[in-house]
């Protein structure tokens, strides 16, 4: 198995992960929102969308469209301290996602 295939393998995983957190975490969403929500041109479509709706319908769909059609993974991932800020003012602690998401920046910053 190439570095590649591998990377894909452990980005493909950590995207479960965070979907399994979102899910444990009562954050996962069955209908997706807006199409115009989902056309923000706003970083984490800020102005239109929970952090946590953009993960699930903007990152992990797109990341996982990129997995499938085997494209080149992001180079830049930074959306761990995201979901902190996030997560400063809700009541539940969100530290398993984050640290599911501290893994895709890994993985994708090759660090």
């Known amino acids: 198995m190439s570095k590649s295939e591998t990377d894909l393998g452990q ?3 950590s995207l479960l992960q965070i979907e399994i957190e979102l899910r444990q975490l009562g ?3 069955a ?7 989902l056309r923000s041109t706003q970083p984490f ?3 239109t969308l929970e952090f946590t709706q953009w993960l699930q319908f903007v990152f992990v769909a797109r990341m996982k469209v990129i997995i499938e059609n085997d494209r080149p993974l992001p180079a830049v991932s930074g959306i761990a301290p995201m ?4 997560f400063r003012t809700r009541p539940e602690s969100g530290s398993g996602l ?3 998401l501290e893994e895709v920046d890994r993985l994708l910053s090759g660090q």
């Open 11 to 13: 980005v493909a995983d």
């Open 27 to 29: 954050l996962w969403e």
């Open 31 to 37: 209908e997706p929102p807006s199409p115009e929500a």
């Open 45 to 47: 479509c800020i102005d």
């Open 83 to 86: 979901a902190e800020e996030h």
């Open 98 to 100: 984050i640290r599911a």
